[in-house]
């Protein structure tokens, strides 16, 4: 009797042990890559979207513990921790206003002729 099938194996289901493997490997494969130097560099963008995260949470973590450690010196309960909380943020809102309304770099040097 012919079958219609080719006469391969059928697909077997994936083991645990080949994706542990294989995760693995790709960490190996990062960390050596990272080690010699040929990791991939974040491009612009990347770093720029690094910048601005850091300093929004540098903002508001910044403006907490400021306020909460002026409110434990004065004991003015969580006035302060508040007062500060809004200037932390307002401060990490600003600086990412200006850090977005910045020119970017010529890539060439043009500007360098001037």
Known sequence: MVEDEPGQVP???EDARLDS???RLEQAQA???TRTGRAPAADANEQL????????I?????GALIGWVLDKLFHTGHVLLIVFLVLGTVGGFWSIFKLASQKPAAADGDDQRK
């Open 11 to 13: 697909k077997l289901a």
């Open 21 to 23: 493997l294989e995760r």
């Open 31 to 33: 960390t050596e890559a």
């Open 49 to 56: 979207g690094n910048r601005v995260l850091s300093t929004l």
């Open 58 to 62: 540098g903002g508001l973590v910044g």
